[in-house]
């Protein structure tokens, strides 16, 4: 069990920094979840904390040790590959107790923890098995018996489950989240599926283009988004976004006006601003007896009509004359989330009101969040 | 061929349950055709006989021009010395299985072959691991020069071996007061050292190319997951790597081991000649050539024994080639 601290993680490559100046304190025992699109560094963040891959600047410690220029066998984590990595020409046994023989232990000693490793994932009878002879979900039970036969302080985890069918996945990420409970260990886990991300972990880091952008727990990520991106990153269907500027006496859209006194929320007049709502604060005008304190309501057009099941998302365009932008929502379009039994057809004219409690406002040039309420 | 076609007419008259069918294809050689028209015409109306033909005459090509020589040698050993001159070419002109002991009892030709074997050891080993490093490198770091690094190794290959054998010979004869206590002359002539040596250095390039192709595709996670178990980048190498690459490295060990073992330039001058001198198992072949006579029969006899070794080990790897080949692609 240790903590593990990254203080100003740099990693420069010829022609982009992949990770910039990031600075991270993980608790002893804590699962924090690195989140972010591809290629935002989430990954060479953890591979520098494995030491596959060596920080341009900036210094790392698991538990108060510097461990910067140490090697990965060094520094007492283990870690689940996305591509899985078993060795492919060892056996199941051979592949658990790969780091322990290297290590020299004693074969009674290997034994006893091998089993041990593969009662907890469920693998006992299978350890004379190839890794070619198994399923996906074995193979990844493996590698996870491979990481934690050794007792390592920190377990580096690198989408593990990316490669696994949906079915298997759920299963393993409550699997997964039951390990931790046991292991008590601390867990860094890396992956671009927010959905994981909000379901296991302690804290979430959200990274974007090399720059952590916000670490909290999964709740206040939701709620109280840092900027724009972790707004519109954290959570599904993602947040809506109404480009446009603070006026005496509140905020004005090209479709919309929200009235709120800009000197409580530290708005000055002309600022360029943009307001975030979340599709379930979005409520249709003769709900409005549902919503605490709802906005001036506005009218819209619903455009396209998504059952889900245990709920519908329907598309509003402010206009008839918006056209629907192919690359996402666009100015000017509206998701809303309603009730599965909500009378509603595409083509409808409805009014519509936010949940002023669920209001984010954001700077437009920074993207900074301002405020989370109105 | 045409003994066929005669046969299939006297089943046909003979047979009374025969089909109208194939009585209808028996009736066309009553047309008057020669045997070469008659076997033309069978093969435009069944191709696969055509095909079966042409496999068994280059099969049968192949299989002559490489392993007739090899009789040749069984028949020249066999025929004993003084019917030499009335070997026919087929058969030994008389039987004398002597001159496989022969050639053990008038010259230490084991030795030779001993030395042979050793000195092809010694270097498959050192190019292997030499090339296991350089491929490793070339195959998975990247780094700035990597290329012309490369080519510049493979380049070395290419030089003919005789431009580097003056400076060799000169140096390997240069008496060398460190060597002193290893090597009783002080001097690398007569040494197994001066044979493999010059002929691991012009074998690597070869090794390293096969090694780094194969090395290069073995996946970036696997390398990764033995270095956070507990392994070095060298350890993660020789315990992932090089096994995962098992084909490759018996190809480029058994080119090696082939090459140096059957080498004729280096292996006939850097040492004098005789087997204590750790000369090669080609040099106790040429050795049956006395001044006044030949002994073809000892120099077949000894040609035979001095492959059998590698054909031995030929077989063996080629098995493990195929096999390791074969396991790779199902597991994909």
């Given amino acids: 069990m240790a903590s593990v601290k990254l203080e100003g993680v740099t990693k420069r490559y010829e022609d982009v920094t992949a990770v910039n100046n990031m600075n991270l304190q993980i608790e002893d025992g804590e699962f924090v979840t690195f989140v972010g699109p591809s290629g935002c560094g989430k990954s060479t963040t953890m591979e520098t904390i494995a030491g596959l891959t060596l920080p341009t600047e900036g210094t790392i410690e698991i538990s108060g040790r510097d461990v910067t220029n140490l090697p990965p066998k060094d520094r007492g984590i283990a870690m689940v590959f996305q591509n899985i990595a078993l060795f492919p020409h060892m056996d199941v046994y051979d592949n658990i107790s790969f780091g322990l023989r290297l290590r020299k232990y004693e074969q009674k000693e290997v034994d006893r923890r091998v089993e041990e490793a593969a009662d907890i994932v469920q693998l006992t009878g299978m350890m004379d098995r190839m890794p070619s002879e198994m399923s996906g979900g074995q193979r990844q039970r493996v590698a996870i018996a491979r990481a934690i036969v050794r007792n390592p302080d920190a377990f580096l985890m690198d989408e593990p489950l990316a490669n696994l069918d949906a079915e298997l996945r759920v299963h393993m990420r409550t699997q997964l989240q039951r390990l931790h409970r046991e292991l008590d260990t601390t867990i860094i886990y890396v992956t671009h599926d927010q959905a994981q991300a909000m379901t296991m972990s302690d804290r979430i880091a959200v990274i974007n283009s090399g720059v952590l952008q916000q670490v909290a727990p999964p709740l206040e990520c939701y709620n109280e988004p840092a900027n724009r991106f972790v707004a519109g990153f954290i959570g599904s269907p993602s947040m809506n976004f109404i480009e446009g500027e603070a006026v005496a006496d509140g905020f004005e859209s090209v479709y919309t006006k929200i009235e709120f006194d800009p000197a409580m929320q530290g708005v000055s007049t002309g600022q360029e601003i943009t307001v975030g709502v979340r599709p379930e604060d979005v409520h249709l005008e003769r709900n409005v007896d549902q919503v605490g304190e709802p906005t001036r309501a506005f009218a819209a057009v619903v455009d396209v009509i998504e059952p889900v099941g245990k709920e519908v998302n329907a598309y509003l365009l402010f206009d008839r004359d918006v056209e629907a932008s192919a690359e996402g929502r666009g100015e000017g379009q509206l998701l809303i989330n309603l009730e599965p039994d909500t009378a509603i057809t595409e083509g409808d004219d409805v009014q519509v009101v936010l949940d002023r409690e669920n209001i984010h406002l954001f700077d437009r040039a920074s993207g900074d969040a301002i405020g989370h309420s109105l | ?332």
């Fill in chain 2, 1 to 332: 061929m045409s003994g066929d076609a005669t046969d299939g007419e006297v089943v046909s008259e003979t047979d009374p349950a025969v089909d109208i069918a194939e009585q209808a294809a028996t009736e066309e050689p009553e047309l008057d055709r020669g045997i070469v028209e008659a076997w033309a015409a069978r093969m435009i109306s069944n191709p696969q006989l055509a095909y079966r033909a042409t496999f068994y005459v280059a099969t049968i090509f192949f299989l002559v021009t490489t392993l007739f020589p090899f009789y040749w040698l069984l028949v020249l050993a066999l025929t004993p010395r003084n019917s030499l001159s009335e070997v026919g070419v087929f058969l030994p002109a008389g039987f004398n299985p002597g001159a496989f002991i022969e050639i053990f009892t008038t010259l230490p030709f084991h030795r030779y072959v001993f030395n042979s074997f050793l000195i092809a050891t010694i270097a498959t080993v050192a190019v292997l691991f030499v090339g296991s490093l350089a491929g490793y490198v070339f195959g998975r770091l990247d780094f700035r020069g990597r290329n012309p690094l490369l080519l510049l190794v493979l380049v070395t290959s290419f030089f003919p071996p005789a431009a580097f054998f003056i400076p060799l010979n000169r140096l390997f004869n240069m008496n060398v007061d460190v060597l002193r206590p290893l090597i009783s002359a002080g001097s690398l002539y007569n040494t197994p050292y001066a044979i493999f040596i010059p002929l691991s250095a012009i074998f690597l390039p070869l090794s390293i190319f096969i090694l780094m192709t194969f090395y290069s595709q073995i996946p970036d996670g696997l390398e990764d997951a033995a270095r956070v178990e507990g392994t070095t980048r060298i350890g993660a190498l020789f315990r992932v790597i090089v096994p995962l690459s098992a084909p490759g490295v018996a190809t480029a060990g058994v080119l090696t081991f082939i090459s140096v073992y059957n080498e004729y330039f280096f292996s006939s001058l850097m040492t004098d000649g005789q087997p204590e001198s750790w000369a090669p198992m080609l040099e106790g072949i040429l050795r049956f050539q006395g001044e006044f006579e030949v002994l073809y029969n000892l120099m077949a006899a000894a040609s035979i024994v001095a492959v059998l070794p590698v054909a031995i080990l030929v077989v063996v790897a080629q098995e493990k080639i195929v096999s390791g080949l074969t396991t790779g692609a199902v597991k994909e």
